[in-house]
């Protein structure tokens, strides 16, 4: 019985030990003896590179000063570096399936960190991700905002202009590595020539622990951007529902500031909501806001006060106080940003009080 089982299993043995070692030999043969020649990277049938095969389309593009989002230094890791490949991309990677949903993948979306550049291609990227540039800055501001959330002021390097949307994003570099990390930006559009960034500590996060633990006013560092669809809708005159929880108080500041900035008469109410007093910040500059505007409501709410908090307004989760203070009107737009729990939940009462779905604008992280 013994002796049947070892005749049977020791062929099999050997083939696959054999495609094992073939598949290995064509892996080492394809990353450092193939030559790939001359290929052409044509972007949104303009903008042409000329490039030495071989290499992941993601460093092509950022040779060329093309900063497309990517957090994971492509590794495969974030599905960040979407974009379409319409033509020689090669075949869809296991990599990249994880992070496509079927809508993308129909739509000849790929991760640009997983498409090998072997032969001509042809992409297309939004314009608005062509516009994403490179800034190198200084830091010239660190405070803490609560016990583990920090403000840090950018002020960019020589006569560099940032042109971005309330709303937005920028990635920071983390420096002696090649990834990045995302954060939305806080101040107002109307300041270009600086960056306010909102960092919370995410225990044995790589690059919130370095921020909050190595950087220090007058390092150097590297922001691209800036980039997102998550921006206010500058044109709509729809009273504005704005939500928020921990570092999204960032995306809605730079909302806030831009609207009266720029002399928005329409109601603005924003439902901030924290668990104690101590992950409340900006209350005293948004009650400010408040009576300077009369067409400006700040709601905070807390989860769960701290009996030394003695805290007298509003208490639960910011959902359930939504839930309470909104009127059934449909002439509304909301912006959320926060984990997805809350933004899941806030949807549905938006929904519930006559506000269109196309009208609610979301961030979620
Ligand atoms: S998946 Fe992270 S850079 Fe491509």
Redesign the pocket.
């Known amino acids: 019985m013994e002796l049947n089982y070892m005749i049977f299993i020791t062929p099999v043995l050997v083939m696959v030990s054999i495609a094992a070692a073939l598949a290995g030999l064509l892996a080492f043969a394809d990353k450092y003896i193939a030559s790939y020649g001359e290929c052409k990277i044509v972007i949104n049938k303009g903008k042409e590179l000329i490039v030495e095969g071989g290499n992941a389309l993601?460093s092509y593009l950022v040779d060329n000063k093309i900063f497309i989002p990517?957090?994971?230094?492509?590794?495969?890791?974030?599905?960040?570096?979407k974009l379409k490949v319409l033509e020689g991309g090669g075949p869809l990677l296991p990599t990249e399936t994880p992070?496509l949903t079927k809508q993308e993948v129909l739509h000849s979306v790929r991760?640009?960190?997983?498409v090998k550049i072997k032969r001509d291609v042809e992409l297309a990227i939004p314009e608005d991700l062509l516009a994403a540039e490179q800034f190198k800055s200084v830091i010239e501001k660190i405070e803490d905002l609560t016990h583990d959330i920090k403000r840090f002021v950018f002020k960019l390097s020589g006569s560099s202009k940032i042109n971005f949307k309330a709303g937005q994003y920028v990635q920071f570099c983390i420096p002696d590595t090649t990834e990045f990390r995302a954060y939305s930006i806080a101040s107002d559009p109307g300041t270009k020539d600086r960056v306010e960034l909102m960092v919370r500590l995410v225990p044995g996060g790589l690059c919130s622990t370095y921020m909050h633990e190595a950087l220090e006013v007058g390092d150097e560092a590297c922001l691209t951007g800036p980039y997102g669809e998550f921006f206010l809708q500058e044109n709509s005159k729809k009273d504005i529902i704005c939500v928020g929880g921990g570092c999204g108080m960032a995306p809605i500041k730079s909302i806030i500031n831009h609207l009266f900035a720029t002399n928005a008469a329409q109601n603005i109410t924003y439902f901030f909501g924290a668990r104690q007093k101590k992950d409340l910040f900006y209350t005293e500059e948004l009650e400010r806001f408040e009576k300077k505007h009369k067409n400006f409501e700040f709601v905070p709410a807390l989860s769960e006060p701290a009996k030394e908090d003695e805290w007298t307004g509003e208490v639960g989760f910011i959902t359930q106080v939504m839930q309470k203070h909104l009127k059934y009107n449909k002439n509304q737009e909301a912006y959320l940003c926060g984990p997805p729990p809350m933004i899941d939940a806030a949807i549905g009462i938006l929904t519930s009080k006559g506000i269109n779905i196309n009208d609610i604008y979301y961030d979620k992280f």
């Open positions: 993601l990517s957090a994971c230094g492509g590794k495969g890791t974030c599905g960040y570096c992070y991760l640009a960190c997983q």
